[in-house]
Each structure stands twice: as C-alpha cells, then as structure tokens.
C-alpha cells in the first residue's frame, strides 16, 4: 500500500529512491517491538506517511500496532500529508488504555 500511495503522491521522484533519514522516537508497544527506543530510518518522502511507510518497512511485525498509532512532529499530532523536515522531532504514540 505504501508504495503505490507514494509514487501517486510523489510522481517527480523515482519509485524506490531514497531522499533522506531521519529520527523517530518510539514508546510503549512500538519501543518493545522494535527493541529500541529511537531509531532512524530513510524515508522516500519528507512526510508524516512516508515516515509511517518507511517504519513499516523496517518494523513489519509492527506494522498492525503501527497503523493504529498517532505520530506526533515536534510536539503535536501530525497529518498524513504533513510536510517535514530532516530536523523534525517525530514521535509514534501506540494507543493507550487506562483503567
């Protein structure tokens, strides 16, 4: 799904190619899954989806906690089409329960 909703969105760049990195904060569910708690991945796009596409190319068995998440850039909830930047603080928020 990523990368056909990727290329239509990026039809100037090539599909498959890389256009940077950056970092992502992970906590609760998504820290445990990956065995970390911030890691850095290449995105095809500077967005809150291809960060979100990039994480589940990297952290599949992630990917049905991943869909769930909200992911948050520099200090607030983030839209799919969100344009970021290298330097963006980026965190993924696993939904929580409480009792």
């Known amino acids: 799904m990523c990368e056909k909703k990727q290329s239509l969105e990026n039809s100037n760049f090539k599909t498959g190619s890389?256009?940077?990195?950056?970092?992502?904060?992970?906590?609760?569910?998504?820290a445990e899954s990956a065995g970390t708690k911030e890691l850095r991945v290449s995105v095809k796009q500077y967005t809150v989806a291809g960060v979100?596409?990039?994480?589940?190319a990297r952290l599949p068995q992630a990917a049905s906690l991943l869909s769930r998440s909200a992911i948050a850039v520099d200090?607030?909830?983030?839209?799919?089409?969100?344009?970021?930047?290298?330097?963006?603080?980026?965190?993924?928020i696993p939904p929580v329960s409480g009792g």
Do not use: N
């Not at 979100?52 to 589940?56: F, G, N, P, Q, T």
């Open 18 to 30: 890389i256009i940077g990195e950056v970092s992502v904060k992970l906590f609760a569910g998504m």
């Open 52 to 56: 979100r596409c990039a994480l589940e």
């Open 75 to 92: 200090g607030r909830y983030g839209t799919e089409d969100e344009i970021l930047h290298s330097q963006s603080e980026i965190a993924v």
